[in-house]
C-alpha cells in the first residue's frame, strides 16, 4: 500500500481501467452506484454523480491488510463517524473493488472528498494488470473517532452479506464494533 500524489493517476487517461477498493458504506453496490449515477433520493442519497454514468464492469470481494475505524461527524449519517483505513498499522478490513473507468474513480474521489476528511489517495495493489486506488486520511484522526450511526452500519452490513458468503450477521456486527 503507497500513498501517491493526485498527480500519480495523470498517468492514466479517463478511459482506461482502473480498480476502486471501498472499505466502507460503498461495499454496498446500490449505495456505491448513486455515486456514479447521482440519484439523489432514498436512504443513499450522494451528490451529482460521475459523468459517465456505466456500470463498473466487475466487482470483487477484496481484503485490505490494515484495520478500518471510524471518525468524523457526518451530516448524512446521523452525526455518526464514517470509516477510514489505518493504513500505518496492520490488521484486516472486509472491503470490495470496482473495476470502472478512471474518469469515475476521479469522480468519486472529487465527491467523497467535500467531506475534506479524506485526503490521501492509496495504490493498494495491482490486480489483472490494472492499478487498485482507493482513498482515506492521511493519518488516523485520533482527534476525531466517532462511532457511527445504526444507519451506516446496516447499509456496510448490507453490502457485506451480498458479498461475503462465510461471514454472517452476527460475525459482522462484531467487526463493526470492534
Request: aromatic share 16%.
Amino acid at each position: 500500500m503507497k500513498l501517491i500524489d493526485k498527480k500519480y493517476m495523470d498517468k492514466y487517461n479517463n478511459e482506461d481501467y482502473v480498480w476502486y477498493a471501498c472499505y466502507g458504506s460503498n461495499i454496498n453496490y446500490k449505495r456505491f452506484m448513486h455515486y456514479i449515477d447521482g440519484d439523489i433520493t432514498g436512504k443513499y442519497s450522494a451528490t451529482n454523480g460521475c459523468i459517465d454514468k456505466s456500470a463498473p464492469t466487475e466487482e470483487r470481494p477484496y481484503i485490505f491488510d490494515c484495520p478500518i475505524y471510524f471518525a468524523g461527524n457526518s451530516k448524512r449519517w446521523n452525526g455518526g463517524g464514517f470509516a477510514f483505513l489505518d493504513y500505518e498499522h496492520t490488521g484486516k478490513s472486509y472491503g470490495k473493488i470496482y473495476k470502472l473507468k478512471m474518469s469515475q474513480f476521479r469522480g468519486v474521489l472529487e465527491q467523497e472528498q467535500s467531506c475534506k476528511l479524506y485526503d490521501a489517495i492509496l495504490l493498494v495493489d495491482y490486480i489483472d494488470d490494472l492499478p487498485v486506488f482507493t482513498f482515506t486520511s492521511k493519518h488516523k484522526l485520533y482527534n476525531l473517532l466517532q462511532n457511527p450511526s445504526a444507519q451506516y452500519t446496516e447499509v456496510i452490513k448490507e453490502g457485506l452479506l451480498s458479498l461475503y458468503d462465510n461471514i454472517d450477521s452476527n460475525q459482522i456486527d462484531d467487526y463493526l464494533k470492534n
